[in-house]
């Protein structure tokens, strides 16, 4: 039997638009519904059913009361009355008490004085009834009609009823059904049920919910769907690369665009990788300062440092320890450990490998306390110093000479005005703010567009983005020398989001996808020069703008929805 069904559903327009009446008359969808006869004739049956065993069982009783027949002496028709009796209890068992439940669920949520319902949430009900319609040979189901929506069958829709009365844990639907579309499909009518809240626009169908389990997301209800746009040709050290970009941010793909024109007009941009190296600091605790110290001087020591590469090393094959930097807080030590870590991003490798250490450690350390794996001296995640200054994942610098004719007639605007844009915004302009690592015009917009559509944790966007954009007339100031300096680049091209199907096709279109067998790490090293070239296309084209004071107007033009301004004004 086929337990997906899509449906089509009356457009949100029409069920948003009803009225707090028109709700407390629509019915609530029951599992009873899916019965194959009337209702009433079943319940009728089981009833008589029940009520004629009973009755024959108490009267085969009493005669064998009376002629000291033994009780347990049951003959075939008495065995067949016991099975019906045990039968029609649970039916009827079974039914009143999920109807109960239903309707207590059913009124609890949605009350006449609960003004916060969401009434899309018909939506869902009357999705049911169409499931009985569905019987209509000439009912016409239209699976592109993007209001379509999904129903359960009888089996699942009992288990929704078990998730929503907190019976079956939703975190445990992909081992209970061992099917993870069919757990996102109970998940999400649970989650609608429980809430009153309909999930209508949310796409279920069409996702490979097999490959983020254990991995990418724990309890999904559907995917969020974002437009890739492409930039390019961006040429890099003689290569040309059409970069993918995953926003819904209007102009920003057309503005990296147009700085990928001025570079490749200019003959191209030179990227160099300076260090690659993914961090994990621990905090350790001893009872005094002094034996903190003995730990530090013991782990900067480069006699040592072989040893301790060997115990690191066995975390992974690409994992390779290069250097331990310890810092102190009185009796607190914080070791920063850095390793290259192949074509991954290397968080979970450099753990590992920090964790080996931290138990070998215990053998002339005993005393040393173990507060966290993560003492934010790594720094992951959080706008720090010592990513600025130490560089964390890939260190990147990229740079062009664009011509004065480029700059004139590509990006509409003059060396002098860049430069002194560039000298009064990014460098003055973010001290004066006060930035750490922020002396760029827009590198995070650039960063995350391309970490979302490579599969990147889109949360390492905040360290990604430590740019310093340089801007200098050259060639008696005719033309412009721009540079992009990223200390902290942090990306991988296997696992986590980068193997899922849409993100690989992003990484493939690049040259960058999955391991490089030849080269381990330069995949993933590709990637990122291609992230600060991109950057680069992306700070000469808005720089462009705002010296040009064009900034306003194209914003006006493609990053406003007009849809919007019309339904509000
Ligand atoms: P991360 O450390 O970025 O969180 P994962 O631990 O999820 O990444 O993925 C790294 C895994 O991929 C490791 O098990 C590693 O052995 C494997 N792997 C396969 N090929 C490579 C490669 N070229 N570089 C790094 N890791 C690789």
């Known amino acids: 039997m086929d337990l997906r069904r899509k449906l089509p559903t009356r457009p949100p327009s029409s069920s948003s638009t ?10 609530v969808p029951k599992a009873s519904d899916a019965l194959p006869l009337p209702l009433y004739l079943t319940n009728g049956i089981f009833f008589t059913l029940f009520f004629s065993v009973a009755y024959y069982l108490l009267h085969r009783w009493r005669d064998k009361i009376r002629s000291s027949t033994p009780l347990h002496v049951v003959t075939l028709s008495e065995l067949a009355a016991i099975v019906s009796l045990i039968a029609s209890f649970i039916y009827l068992l079974g039914f009143f008490g999920i109807d109960f439940v239903q309707s207590f669920i059913a009124t609890s949520p949605r009350g006449d004085d609960c003004d916060e319902v969401d009434d899309s949430f018909d939506t869902v009900a009357e999705q049911s009834k169409d499931f009985i319609n569905m019987k209509d040979p000439n009912y016409i189901i239209n699976t592109k009609d993007p209001n379509y929506s999904y129903l359960l069958s009888e089996d699942d829709e009992q288990i929704v009823n078990e998730v929503v009365r907190g019976s079956v844990p939703s975190y445990s639907l992909e081992s209970k059904l061992g099917d993870c579309f069919r757990a996102a499909s109970v998940r999400r009518r649970a989650l609608e049920r429980a809430t009153g809240r309909s999930l ?26 974002l437009p890739v746009g492409i930039a390019g040709p961006l040429l890099l050290n003689g290569c040309e690369y059409m970069v993918p970009m995953a926003t819904t941010e209007g102009c920003l793909v057309a503005s990296a665009n147009r700085g990928c024109k001025a570079i490749f007009s200019s003959g191209g941009a030179t990227v160099i990788l300076l260090k690659d190296g993914m961090t994990r600091a621990p905090v350790v605790r001893f009872a005094t300062s002094e034996r903190a110290s003995q730990l530090k001087f013991f782990l900067e020591d480069a006699v040592n440092f072989d040893t301790l590469s060997v115990v690191f090393n066995k975390s992974s094959r690409f994992a390779r320890l290069q250097n331990i930097r310890c810092s102190i807080a009185g009796k607190n030590l914080y070791i920063r450990f850095t390793c290259s870590t192949g074509d991954a991003m290397g968080m979970n490798m450099v753990s590992k490998g920090v964790q080996n250490v931290l138990d070998f450690l215990q053998n ?10 993560s003492g934010n001296f790594c720094s992951d995640k959080k706008p720090a110093a010592v990513n600025w200054i130490e560089g964390r994942g890939k260190s990147v610098v990229c740079e062009a000479v664009v011509t004065e004719d480029v700059v004139k007639k590509v990006l509409k605007t003059t060396v002098p005005a860049l430069v002194e844009l560039n000298m009064l915004k990014n460098l003055t302009g973010s001290a004066v703010a006060g930035a750490l690592g922020g002396f ?21 966007n905040i360290e990604s983005s430590h740019c310093i954009t340089m801007m200098e007339a050259v060639n ?48 993933a090293r590709l990637l990122a020069t291609v992230v600060a070239g991109s950057v680069l296309a992306g700070e000469l084209s808005l720089m462009s703008a705002i010296a040009a004071g064009q900034l306003v107007k194209s914003h006006m033009k493609y990053n406003r929805s007009n849809r919007d301004i019309a339904s509000t004004v």
């Open 18 to 27: 009803k009225s707090a009446v028109d709700r407390s008359t629509s019915p």
């Open 364 to 373: 002339d350390f005993p005393d040393m306390d173990v507060i966290g794996i």
């Open 440 to 460: 760029n015009a827009h590198a995070a917009n650039i960063v995350s567009a391309v970490f979302i559509a490579t599969g990147q944790d889109p949360a390492q």
């Open 200 to 225: 209508v626009g949310l796409p279920l169908d069409g996702f490979d919910y097999e490959a983020i389990l254990g991995q990418c997301c724990e309890m999904p209800v559907g995917y969020v769907q």
């Open 476 to 523: 008696n100031g005719k033309d412009l020398h721009v540079s992009v300096t990223m200390p902290s680049i942090e990306v991988g091209t296997v696992g986590g989001g980068t193997q899922l199907a849409s993100q690989s096709a992003c990484l493939n279109l690049l040259g960058a996808k999955g391991s490089n067998r030849e080269s381990p790490g330069s995949n």
